[in-house]
T-cell receptor, first 115, second 114 residues
Framework: GDSVTQMEGPVTLSEEAFLTINCTYT??????LFWYVQYPGEGLQLLLK?????DKGSNKGFEATYRKETTSFHLEKGSVQVSDSAVYFC??????????????FGEGTQLTVNP | EPEVTQTPSHQVTQMGQEVILRCVPI?????FYWYRQILGQKVEFLVS????????KSEIFDDQFSVERPDGSNFTLKIRSTKLEDSAMYFC????????????FGSGTQLSVL
């Protein structure tokens, strides 16, 4: 079945540091890939997505590229801010009929950015 | 930005009792979902709902669970005869369309079964 594996957390960085959170997946066919973010006390919010190989999703300075050859979708940001402190979830959605928007999530990575 | 609203934010119940978790999806959305996250584990898909019927469910979603859209705005998850292992954060979500569409999540209901 489908699965998503994220790098283990928590991750603690200083402000303006470079961020990478690794994500790899296993799926049949060509899934859509997502990064969701959860700020304290809030629900999950879509951060970015990519729907086909070599697509790059980007939002709020975050980027991730859909790499089919390595089945990866690593999240990166060049300079993190304190306000980026949150839990980040990698997820996939199969593009099979009757699977709708069923998301399979990774474990989540807690990011803390210190001033 | 429009929001998915969940109530209550916390629910405590005794083992064996029935609970109903409530959600108000975004008004023009047509697809509705429940997910849960047991403490320390992954967020897991439970069920999706479209056109007043279940469109997909996971192996977790057994006869203990049911969903309903009782009126034009609410979407509920009922858990009958709760067990200790049902303790989790339950997230409701909705989307305008299906197949890779962006999901909007509520902030969750933390269910504690004692």
């Amino acid at each position: 079945g489908d699965s998503v594996t994220q790098m283990e957390g928590p991750v603690t960085l200083s402000e303006e540091a470079f961020l990478t959170i690794n994500c790899t997946y296993t799926a049949t066919g060509y899934p859509s890939l997502f990064w969701y973010v959860q700020y304290p006390g809030e629900g999950l919010q879509l951060l970015l997505k990519a729907t086909k190989a070599d697509d790059k999703g980007s939002n709020k300075g975050f980027e991730a590229t859909y790499r089919k050859e390595t089945t990866s979708f690593h999240l990166e940001k060049g300079s993190v801010q304190v306000s980026d402190s949150a839990v980040y979830f990698c997820a996939l959605s199969p593009r099979r009929q009757n699977s709708g928007s069923r998301l399979t999530f990774g474990e989540g990575t807690q990011l803390t950015v210190n001033p | 930005e429009p929001e998915v609203t969940q109530t209550p934010s916390h629910q405590v119940t005794q083992m064996g009792q029935e609970v109903i978790l409530r959600c108000v999806p975004i008004s023009n959305h047509l697809y509705f979902y429940w997910y849960r996250q047991i403490l320390g584990q992954k967020v897991e898909f439970l069920v999706s709902f479209y056109n007043n019927e279940i469109s997909e469910k996971s192996e977790i979603f057994d006869d203990q669970f049911s969903v309903e859209r009782p009126d034009g705005s609410n979407f509920t998850l009922k858990i009958r005869s709760t067990k200790l292992e049902d303790s989790a954060m339950y997230f409701c979500a909705s989307s305008e369309r299906v197949l890779g569409e962006k999901l909007f999540f509520g902030s969750g209901t933390q269910l504690s079964v004692l």
